[in-house]
């Protein structure tokens, strides 16, 4: 009698550490998508203080920048490279959207702001503008965070979708709805290398 308690205990016990690993895992999970969630939100309330300090470029110059950057938005397929941005923007701090939705406007926004800084090289004044320089470092910055999050979030995916499909702890796994979640997609702008011209 005693030694069934003991086994039943035991049980009891293996279930209850398997479980709760699970849940520790799913938690971890949630917590790396706010990370990026707020890394996003972060650089989405960034974009429209850049956009408007390029729209105030000096007047006598800023239908000159404006075309620059329109023309350089064609050629990528953008027909209003700013109004997309802005657009972006919007789509990264909306709560509402997934993060996987988010994280492709981020990527999106990326491409229209890696145009927007090659566009303003041409321009000394706008790129010696503090206002201008500071929002660009902290876009950057941000940028280097949202990297980090992302990597972070599939790490932790990772680790919860092996959790979830290893044995035993599939079997619990499935008993209490536990179930397996993507990963971020490889943005792809970082699927191939850039090509460098001497």
């Known amino acids: 009698m005693i030694i069934a308690l003991i086994i039943i205990v035991v049980l009891v016990l293996l279930i209850a550490g398997l479980y709760n690993g699970l849940v520790k895992a799913r938690n971890l999970t949630e917590e790396a998508e706010s990370q990026i969630g707020v890394q996003l939100k972060r650089r989405a309330d960034l974009i429209p203080n850049l956009v408007n300090t390029v729209k105030g470029y ?8 404006m075309a620059a950057i329109a023309a350089r938005g064609v050629a990528n397929g953008q027909a209003n490279p700013l109004a997309d941005l802005e657009k972006q923007a919007s789509v990264m701090g909306d709560e509402n959207q997934t993060i996987a939705a988010r994280a492709q406007a981020d990527a999106q926004a ?3 702001l890696g145009h927007l800084f090659a566009v303003s090289e041409s ?22 965070r949202v990297a980090a999050s992302r990597t972070n979030y599939n790490r932790t995916i990772r680790d919860y979708n092996n959790k979830v499909e290893v044995f035993p702890t599939n079997i619990f796994a499935g008993m209490f709805h536990f179930t397996k979640k993507e990963q971020l997609p490889v943005e792809e702008a970082t699927k191939t290398a850039p090509e460098v011209k001497f």
């Open 123 to 144: 321009y000394p004044d706008l790129k010696a503008s503090q206002n201008f320089s500071q929002l660009q470092e902290e876009l950057t910055s941000t940028e280097n």
């Open 58 to 65: 000096a007047k006598h110059e800023h239908d000159t920048l």
């Open 110 to 112: 990326s491409s229209v």
